[in-house]
């Protein structure tokens, strides 16, 4: 296949057609608009989409090449001279190339590519691909495509007990749409302040004051978030992760499950549930459902595809109580775009075949052994520190020795080529936060993490000695 170039040539020009092509490519190539490394058509090609000789082409490009503009590899064909300066280099979107390589990113969001089901994705992307074949493309629906929104509905349902059926499920761009789409429709319900965990996963907390919300936050202890505390706010809607809560673990006691819907139906509240993990249970058995199920008219359940396959598939959804359901509609995208409508056929196919199912199974086995292999690895490295939480997810909470400065911890790790979240991270006021640091093992092999944390437990008896 051959690259394409527009350029124009005047046949009443007096300038020869061969001297117009090299003047227009030389042009470009100084206005930046034709950038280092690009490609050329083969000279056959752009004679035919001038309607010129051939030769008229090779003599300019002969000249080009001899003027040192572009250059000419056998089986790379013609492309522009990357020595050349690019105007466009400074305004470049890749990331430079880091001075030191991570060798190990510890953080809490972080996931490899090495665990994305790469086969079992093009296949359902094909399938989606060859079911439009002979319909025309739409733009996606406002509140998701039919197929995934039937789909999910009935994975949600069988795997984590939610209560909806494809007309109450809602697609989004992921999490933080979800939560602007969800907070707008608050606010038009005269909602405008939201309650979150302190400590919380501080980007939703950033994406729900980008929709308007305006923050209370509420403590947190081994039992989940404090409904009493709560209480005393005057809140009528709250930001909550029952399964394990963000970054600690804690799981939301059957006691305080109890609470917070008694709390939502006091106040004509609405509980917003966070469910990123539920299907990461690590532990026996399936774990804790929804706690929509309970009070599908107070609870939005709140998901993606992030902890299932990683940042690369930005798709997530929620379901939305009826009494919701026309505030949502009218609620403005707040600069997030919807998924597109192949991505969402794609992912309809990936549930409704069983990837998804046979997916998660193998995730679960991967993090199941890696969360042992970090509990081991804690023991040894960092005596006096326990892995704390549930067992479920893709990360840990570990306090740390009275007296550790963990954001040093992480500074002097982090020229180790060890990437790690502290638990001060996740505060909104940082000042009180314990030492404690968040260690995520989506992206490291099990294998290496007792590495990995001995990097740790080195610098950590090295800074309390120092400090001693």
Known sequence: ?????????????????????????RDRVLDGTLHPGSRLPSSRHLALDLGVSRSVVVQAYEQMIA??????????????????????????????????????????AATGMALFPRREWLLAYQNAVRSVHHSPMARPAPLGVGDLRVALASYLGRVRGVRAGG????????????????????????????????PGDQRHVVAAARAGARLIPVPVDAHGLDVEALARTGARAVLVNPVAQVPTGAALSPTRRDALLRWAESVDGWVIEHDPD?????????????????????VVY?????????????????????????AIERAPAGGFAEPDSLTQLAFAEFVDRGLLDQHVRQLRGTHRARRAALRAAVAVHLPGSVVLGVEV???????????????????????RSVLVDTGRQYHLDRGRAEPALVIGYGA????????????????RESRLASAG
């Not at 040539?9 to 490519?25: C, K, L």
């Not at 595809?305 to 997530?316: D, E, H, V």
């Not at 007792?450 to 437990?457: F, T």
């Open 1 to 25: 296949m051959s690259a394409m170039l527009p350029l124009v040539v005047d046949r009443e020009s007096p300038r020869p057609m061969t001297v117009q092509i090299q003047t227009a490519i």
């Open 393 to 415: 997810g893709t990360h840990a909470y570990v306090p740390l020795l009275p007296g550790t400065d963990d954001v040093r911890l992480a500074a002097l790790a982090r020229a």
């Open 278 to 298: 539920g299907h990461l249970w690590l532990g026996r058995g399936s774990g804790p459902l929804a706690l929509q199920r309970l009070a599908p008219d107070r």
């Open 302 to 326: 709140a998901g993606s595809t992030s902890g299932m396959l990683g940042p690369c598939l930005r798709l997530g959804w929620f379901v939305a109580p009826p009494r919701l359901r026309a």
């Open 67 to 108: 003027e040192g503009y572009l250059r000419a590899e056998q089986g790379s064909g013609t492309r522009v001279a990357t020595h050349l300066p690019s105007r466009g280099a400074a305004d470049d979107p890749r990331p430079a190339a880091p001075p030191q390589a991570v060798r190990f990113d510890l953080r809490a």
């Open 444 to 459: 490291v092999e099990h294998s290496r993490l007792a590495e990995a944390v001995a990097i740790l437990g080195g610098l």
């Open 167 to 198: 007309a109450d499920v809602v697609v989004s761009g992921g999490t933080a749409h979800t939560l602007g789409t969800v907070c707008a429709a608050l606010r038009d319900l005269g909602i405008d302040h939201l309650a979150v965990a302190n």
